[in-house]
C-alpha cells in the first residue's frame, strides 16, 4: 500500500486489526497519524510526515529511507520488528526530524537482525538475535542486548553509541556468553 498524497492537513489511519502488509508514506508534504495499533511487514517512510501516535506497532521491519523532506514521530509507541535482516533502518538524518527518545523498540529475529539508526536518537531499545548487528552513531536512553538462550551469541557494533540511560548485555551462562565487538 502507498499513501502517496500531497494534501495538507493530518490524515487518520485506522486499521481496524488487520495486517497491512508492506506499507510506504511518500506524500510530499503530507502527514499521517495512526488512530490504532499497527500490524505489518516492512512499514518505510520516504516522504511527508508520520506520526504513530503512542500506537503499538508489530512489524517486520521499521525503514525511514531518503534524504527528502520527512519526520516521523514516535511518541511512547512499543514496536516490535522481527526481521531477519534490518529490524530498523534510518538511512540518513539529512531532512529527517525524528522525534523517538520515548519510544520502546525491541528487535526479535532469531539468528541476525540489524539495528541501523543512522545517528539517531532513541528511547529504550531491546536486542535480542543470536548475532545482533548495531550500526551508525546513535543516542539510546537505555540499550539492552538479551540473546536467546543455549547459545553463544555476539553484538558487534559499528560506531560511537551514546547510552544516557542504562546499558545491559546479558549472557545465558558461562559456556553460552554474550561477545560484544567494536569496531
Same mark, same amino acid.
Request: glycine share 12%.
Given at each position: ?44 517512510? &520516504?516522504?511527508? =510526515? !508520520?506520526?504513530?501516535?503512542?500506537? $503499538?506497532?508489530? +512489524? %517486520? #521491519?521499521?525503514?525511514? *529511507?531518503?534524504? @527528502? ?24 538524518? &539529512?531532512?529527517? =526530524? !525524528?522525534?523517538?527518545?520515548?519510544? $520502546?523498540?525491541? +528487535? %526479535? #529475529?532469531?539468528?541476525? *537482525?540489524?539495528? @541501523? ?34 547459545? $553463544?551469541?555476539? +553484538? ?28
Amino acid at each position: 500500500i502507498n499513501f502517496a498524497s500531497t494534501a495538507a492537513g493530518v490524515q487518520t489511519i485506522t486499521t481496524a486489526g488487520k495486517s497491512m502488509g508492506t506499507v510506504v508514506f511518500q506524500g510530499v508534504g503530507s502527514s499521517y497519524q495512526l488512530q490504532d495499533a499497527y500490524t505489518g511487514t516492512n512499514l518505510t517512510v &520516504t516522504n511527508g =510526515t !508520520l506520526d504513530t501516535n503512542n500506537q $503499538t506497532l508489530a +512489524l %517486520t #521491519a521499521l525503514v525511514i *529511507s531518503g534524504t @527528502a523532506t520527512r519526520a516521523v514521530t514516535l511518541g511512547t509507541s512499543v514496536i516490535t520488528a522481527n526481521s531477519t535482516g534490518s529490524g530498523v533502518s534510518v538511512a540518513s538524518l &539529512t531532512g529527517l =526530524t !525524528l522525534s523517538a527518545a520515548s519510544s $520502546t523498540i525491541t +528487535l %526479535t #529475529a532469531a539468528s541476525l *537482525s540489524t539495528f @541501523a539508526g543512522g545517528g539517531g536518537s532513541f528511547g529504550t531499545v531491546n536486542l535480542s538475535s543470536i548475532t545482533q548487528i548495531l550500526s551508525g552513531a546513535n543516542t539510546f536512553v537505555n540499550l539492552s542486548y538479551t540473546p536467546a538462550a543455549n547459545k $553463544t551469541n555476539s +553484538l558487534s557494533i559499528g560506531a560511537n553509541q551514546t547510552i544516557t540511560g542504562t546499558l545491559t548485555f546479558t549472557g545465558n551462562s558461562i559456556l553460552n556468553r554474550c561477545w560484544v565487538k567494536s569496531d
